[in-house]
């Protein structure tokens, strides 16, 4: 599920990205596979969804330079606090806008100082957005037990707002799914 692009203009537009918007998915589609499980592509330990499997999974798409994505972050750090014990996941997806947001140690860098504390994918080629077909930063994708994304929010997430409230209330809903409900899918 992605935005669609209203016919307002692009002022509405950019107002609804600014604001943020969380959308159950119409219909469960495989999360893509992760282009890599080279660890010079991976700040933190490389990932698959083999090894995800049975874990309810936030793919956060940013870039450090992005506002918007550092505006998003305290709710990420917010949500991982919350539900990591329970059987949730972040993986980050380092997506450059600029030339300056390729370099590896940058990306080291902002996620310590960041205190990002979760893998993430370094997507230079934008192999990983593609595969998404996404077309912002920040976007979310949560990604249930079975390997399915099934909400995304597109834009700023904040606690206070209907954007955190709805992407946490999907979280909710997830965990409370079963593992073994994937049993032949």
């Avoid at 606090?81 to 990306?107: D, K, L, N, Q, W």
């Avoid at 934008?126 to 595969?131: E, K, L, P, R, V």
């Amino acid at each position: 599920m992605r935005l669609l692009l209203y016919p307002f203009g692009l002022a509405a537009t950019l107002m609804t990205l600014w604001l943020g918007r969380v959308e159950s998915a119409p219909w469960p589609v495989a999360a893509p596979p992760f282009p890599t499980a080279d660890r010079s592509r991976w700040v933190g330990e490389p990932q698959t969804w083999e090894g995800l499997r049975g874990r309810v999974v936030l793919l956060d798409v940013w870039t450090f330079g992005c506002i918007n994505c550092v505006r998003t972050i305290p709710w990420v750090r917010d949500a991982v606090g919350r539900y990591a014990t329970r059987g949730f996941t972040v993986v980050g997806i380092h997506t450059p806008e600029m030339e300056s947001e390729r370099v590896r140690a940058s990306v080291e860098a902002e996620v310590r100082r960041r205190q990002l504390d979760f893998p993430h994918l370094i997507d230079n080629d934008h192999a990983y957005w593609n595969a998404l077909d996404n077309h912002y930063w920040p976007a979310l994708y949560l990604v249930d037990r079975c390997g399915r994304i099934r909400a995304t929010a597109i834009g700023e997430v904040h606690a206070g707002q209907e954007s955190g409230q709805r992407l946490n209330a999907e979280i909710e809903a997830l965990l409370k799914e079963s593992p073994t409900d994937c049993a032949g899918r």
